[in-house]
């Protein structure tokens, strides 16, 4: 569950980017509500598992009572859990990896166009404000600069902006790339079967991809020192 939330997490930054750059006047969505949806959504996903699984109790099959009590979870044979597996896998990494790719290359050639116009002249400075929330000295002048001063808020810094994407994109790379071998290795357990020689290299295996999908946890402090290093150094 977990991973999944990371995945669905990724495509809501993209699309957030994707909003904030290409469509700065609309609204942006609530923190909160989309994390709600996001874990909500990765819990649907992971409800279906109950489903192909089954507990075996060691102590009745076994006729031992050493065992009483003893159990373990078994992936249930009779149920095809195959159709579910590849669901997931198209539906949390391969739709999500396409709907990343694309917003991301989006944001990133309107960066790109946006930084090769020309620069345009400073804004005017905000206006002096008298005691009562009005500007000083009134009069159409006065409207006009408020109005400057309010549009300017709403220009993009393409440099800042830039410079956030890079890093966005170096902590999507991580986790997409990461999390690409145990979403291949959960594909190819469907094809292969596991037997007592083999048995050690399945957990060798299984072991390493794991650690390998939950690395981008120890990357993502790393990037973001650099992307913090790297935004002290931007002009002000």
Same mark, same amino acid.
């Given at each position: 569950m977990p991973l999944h939330v990371t995945t669905l997490t990724l495509v809501m930054i993209a699309v957030d980017r994707h909003r904030k750059i290409l469509h700065p006047m609309r609204k942006?969505?609530?923190g909160g509500v989309c994390s709600f949806f996001v874990w909500l959504a990765a819990l649907l996903?992971? !409800?279906?598992?109950?489903?192909?699984t089954t507990y075996?109790?060691?102590?009745s099959l076994l006729k031992n009572d050493r065992f009483d009590g003893v159990g373990i979870c078994a992936v249930n044979l009779a149920q095809d859990m195959q159709e579910y597996t590849r669901g997931l896998f198209i539906? !949390?990494?391969v739709v999500p990896v396409a709907i990343i790719t694309f917003l991301h290359i989006n944001v990133?050639?309107?960066l790109k166009s946006q930084a090769e116009i020309r620069p345009l002249p400073p804004p005017p400075p905000p206006p002096a404000i008298n005691g009562h929330g009005g500007c000083v000295g009134g009069g159409v002048q006065c409207r006009e600069c408020c109005s400057a001063a309010a549009n300017a808020g709403l220009e993009i810094d393409v440099t800042?902006?830039?410079q956030t994407q890079k890093y966005v994109l170096m902590t999507t790379a991580a986790n997409v790339l990461c999390l690409c071998p145990l979403a291949l290795l959960r594909m190819v357990q469907l094809l292969l079967m596991e037997t007592y020689d083999n048995a050690a290299m399945f957990d060798l295996t299984f072991?390493?991809?794991v650690w390998l999908a939950f690395l981008p946890t120890c990357l993502a402090p790393l990037i973001f020192a650099l992307w913090t290093s790297a935004a002290s150094r931007l002009p002000v």
């Open positions: 942006r969505f609530s996903v992971v !409800m279906p598992y109950p489903i192909y075996l109790d060691l102590g539906a !949390m990494y990133s050639r309107e800042t902006e830039q072991l390493v991809v």
